[in-house]
């Protein structure tokens, strides 16, 4: 059973606009979350990160909220770019300090 | 340039052939890791080592080995390779296990 889960596989929205991706998982001692993100014939580069001691994070255009109590979190991205359309991973640190990953979102930028 | 460098990218063999797909990083990080991306699930962890020497299992060791003899390499080897090892691999290094990792490009196996 995945323990972080990315239940929209791909996300289309117009350049300009606001993506929001999201992210739920099952573990409640999970307590840091990253952002991956992921370009064709690439490996993932990070993005963004949030600890559960905080329920927002941002950094330019990007921003991350946690939900501890509904063990939710989303990536918003605004404005949206046409360099934003790639794979986002969403991944939770385990108490063993493993990353579980999420199976990912296709985000497309329209133009 | 700081970066990841895996090899081959592309690696196309017949069951049983024994392989090895290097890793090498420039950043001088403790931690390096192994994933293989397969549809649907995401990224699952192989092995990981964090310092020369120390090398433990991830979520899906079974048909994969390790090893960690200097700190800039990481290979992976797959001493009898089967059909279900068709995947995309993924290195990845980091200062520690809870800090950004960097990962290689990728190395996309298919194994018949």
């Known amino acids: 059973d995945q323990q972080v889960k990315q239940n929209s596989p791909s996300l289309s929205v117009q350049e300009g606009r606001i993506s929001i991706l999201n992210c739920d998982y099952t573990?409640?001692?999970?307590?840091?979350f990253l952002w991956y993100k992921k370009y064709p014939a690439e490996g993932p580069t990070f993005l963004i990160s949030?600890?559960?001691i905080k329920d927002k994070n941002e950094d330019g255009r990007f921003t991350v909220f946690l939900n501890k109590s509904a063990k939710h979190l989303s990536l918003h991205i605004v404005p949206s770019q046409p360099g934003d359309s790639a794979v986002y991973f969403c991944?939770?640190?385990?108490?063993?300090?493993?990353?579980?990953w999420g199976a990912g979102t296709k985000l497309i930028i329209k133009p | 340039e700081a970066q990841v460098t895996q090899n081959p990218r592309y690696l196309i063999t017949v069951t049983g052939k024994k392989l090895t797909v290097t890793c090498s990083q420039n950043?001088?990080?403790?931690?390096m890791s192994w994933y293989r991306q397969d549809p649907g699930l995401g990224l699952r962890q192989i092995y990981y080592?964090?310092?020369?020497?120390?090398?433990d299992k991830g979520d899906v060791p079974e048909g994969y080995k390790v090893s960690r003899k200097e700190k800039r390499n990481f290979p992976l080897i797959l001493e009898s390779p089967s059909p279900n090892q068709t995947s995309l691999y993924f290195c990845?290094?980091?200062?520690?296990?809870?800090?950004?990792?960097?990962f290689g490009q990728g190395t996309r196996l298919t194994v018949v």
């Open positions: 990845a290094s980091s200062f520690d296990r809870v800090t950004e990792a960097f």
């Open positions: 950043m001088n990080h403790e931690y």
């Open positions: 080592s964090m310092n020369v020497e120390v090398t």
């Open positions: 573990n409640s001692m999970f307590d840091y």
């Open positions: 949030i600890s559960s």
């Open positions: 991944a939770a640190l385990d108490s063993n300090y493993q990353l579980i």
